[in-house]
């Protein structure tokens, strides 16, 4: 147990989601809790991790687990281990909901995106139809979220679009993706800044500068593809083909990264499979299951196109590593067993000048940037 590497999870402690603040220390080593000096409340080891207030052994949990992201059935997993089959339910959507957590906490944050790809998978589920809206960043292969929705309509593409944008950072960014008429309107809408004048009211929203949007619209024939159309919507050619050629290497405006990722996570989720048996049966498993098998595509496999050749070895890496968010490939139990950090403690608003207390906590708690 080090008490250094270890941070206070409670919602209204000062000190929350800190490391190396001196405020935490060893509570009971056999009970393997902690005790913040802050709020005085003590916790467990595990807190904000997926192995929390778990009832089973950490290691079946982690290879249940580890299945489920490769797409083993349900039901085999219940056969070969003798668990009930609502304790596997519940295992899945615990994992989905910590996966979901990591995601937010380390892929939801500013960087260079370049190309975006962006693409809908329609899911049969028990009695009902949903459709998952997924976004990738095509130079790392980055699967940047997934949405889901009973319609495949414009509210599904901008909540995509919407996690989409908090992943970017302000500058060139080209998206790629098929003729639905909702990814104009949603991308154009959200990808806006304010521009103040001297004018008093309400800014005006001006579209990014260097955004470009490209469309691949393919025309079938008798379920076959007979011809595609490659129109660019938003942007000028030369930028369009100059962001293609940095994020992919070569070819033209395309989704095929992003329908490859279709392919893997259909291969990986059971209840993906076409004409399967395995259904899920709301749309919470359905979510949990894809953020499942993301963040472990993210952070634990590596990915065969991104690996680099150096004095005539190959070096691996995973989609997170191509990114620069990891140095090495995780583990399906170091993943689970990550403990997501709280958002920082913010002083709370008040009129007139803050008490004695409130300053010194704003001068412990808070960053030398942050302003009350």
Not at 14 to 21: M, T, Y
Not at 80 to 88: I, K, P, Q, S, Y
Not at 191 to 206: I, T
Request: net charge positive; charged share 25%; aromatic share 10%.
């Amino acid at each position: 147990m080090d008490p250094t590497k270890v941070f206070c999870p409670n919602e209204d402690c000062p000190g929350r989601g800190q490391i190396g603040k001196g405020n935490i220390w060893i509570h009971s080593q056999k009970e393997k809790r902690y005790k913040c000096l802050e709020c005085k409340r003590t916790f467990s080891e595990t807190k904000c991790t997926a192995f929390y207030r778990l009832h089973k052994e950490e290691e079946t949990f982690t290879l249940v687990i580890t299945l489920l992201s490769h797409g083993c059935p349900l039901q085999a997993i219940v056969a070969a281990f003798g668990l009930d089959e609502r304790t596997v339910s519940s295992w899945r959507e615990r994992a989905g909901a910590h996966c979901q957590a990591v995601h937010q906490y380390f892929i939801e944050k500013p960087r260079d995106l370049g190309q975006v790809q962006c693409d809908e998978l329609r899911v049969k589920c028990q009695g009902i139809i949903l459709w998952v809206a997924m976004a990738i960043m095509t130079s790392t292969r980055l699967w940047l979220g997934a949405e889901i929705s009973e319609h495949r309509d414009m509210r599904l593409i901008q909540n995509l679009i919407n996690r989409v944008r908090r992943c970017a950072a302000f500058g060139v960014i080209l998206f790629c993706v098929d003729g639905l008429s909702s990814y104009v309107k949603a991308i154009w809408k959200e990808f806006r800044e304010p521009v103040y004048k001297s004018k008093k009211g309400r800014p005006q929203l001006k579209v990014w500068e260097k955004l470009c949007l490209a469309q691949a619209v393919k025309r079938y024939q008798k379920k076959h593809v007979v011809e595609v159309d490659r129109r660019i919507v938003i942007g000028h050619g030369n930028r369009v083909n100059a962001l293609i050629r940095k994020s992919q290497g070569k070819g033209v405006i395309n989704t095929a990264f992003i329908e490859r990722v279709n392919a893997t996570f259909r291969e990986h989720l059971c209840c993906l499979v076409r004409r399967g048996r395995a259904l899920a049966v709301k749309s919470k498993t359905l979510q949990a299951g894809v953020y499942l098998v993301g963040t472990v595509y993210n952070f634990c496999s590596y990915h065969k196109s991104l690996r680099l050749r150096s004095a005539g070895e190959y070096f691996q890496r995973t989609p997170a590593m191509a990114a620069g968010i990891t140095t090495e490939c995780w583990t399906v139990r170091y993943l689970l067993s990550f403990a997501v950090p709280p958002s920082p403690w913010q002083p709370p608003k008040q009129r007139g000048r803050p008490s004695l207390a409130t300053k010194l906590l704003i001068h412990k708690w808070c960053k030398p940037d942050s302003t009350f």
